[in-house]
């Protein structure tokens, strides 16, 4: 269930209320009994992940390799394997 920000026009009072999606929004408000309460349209929190899996360090390798950063570590590995052929 979403949580809702209001504020009342009368007096000013900024609050929170945790109602379902089909709740109808609050039209009293709860300091001043005002009837000019209205709901404030927000982009609502970010998404959040929690836990391994979700981050782009978790698919990282974390052991070091002889690889030049570029991707050319198979082309590294053949070459050498090559030369140790020829010896």
Do not use: W
Request: proline share 5%; hydrophobic share 25%; charged share 25%.
């Amino acid at each position: 269930m979403p949580t809702y920000e209001y504020v009342c026009k009368d007096c000013g009072y900024e609050f929170e209320a945790f109602q379902s999606i089909k709740a109808e929004p609050i039209k009293v408000c709860p300091k001043c009994g005002g009837h000019n309460v209205v709901r404030k349209i927000s982009a609502g929190a970010g998404l959040v992940f929690k836990g391994s899996g979700f981050y782009i360090t978790d698919y990282k390798n974390k052991h070091s390799s002889p690889s030049n950063g570029n991707g050319n570590h198979a082309k590294s590995s053949a070459k050498e394997s090559t030369a140790k052929e020829k010896e």
